[in-house]
Nanobody, 123 residues
């Protein structure tokens, strides 16, 4: 059993900051890529940022220079630091993790999703 638990969302004013956390727990051997997505009402889920196990990052153009993704491999946690927030950042944010789990003499590799956490940017 693997679970991803998100925290840190809420309501913030334009220009403000927020930090999201997503902690993975369960039977985990290792975690490969981790990512944050968001989905606004009436829109498709979009990739926001990714980070590899070694710390290489990629960002959607809309958040470059404002958001920072990071991870703690000891705590199995990924973070998204969001600065200079805009109303258009309002969405449900989902974390995603590609997780290796032990299975007999081998392992399984699967993507897992958090439940989603609301971020609202409004004055």
């Amino acid at each position: 059993q693997v679970q991803l638990v998100e925290s840190g969302g809420g309501l913030v004013q334009p220009g403000g900051s927020l930090r999201l956390s997503c902690a993975a727990s369960g039977s985990i051997f290792s975690i490969d890529d981790m990512a944050w997505y968001h989905q606004a009402p009436g829109k498709q889920r979009e990739l926001v940022a990714t980070i590899t196990r070694g710390g290489s990052t990629n960002y959607a153009d809309a958040v470059k220079g404002r958001f920072t993704i990071s991870r703690d491999n000891v705590k199995n946690t990924v973070y998204l630091q969001m600065n200079s927030l805009k109303p258009e950042d309002t969405a449900v944010y989902y974390c995603n993790a590609r997780i290796v789990r032990p299975l007999r003499s081998s392992f399984t590799l699967n993507d897992y999703w958090g439940q989603g956490i609301q971020v609202t940017v409004s004055s």
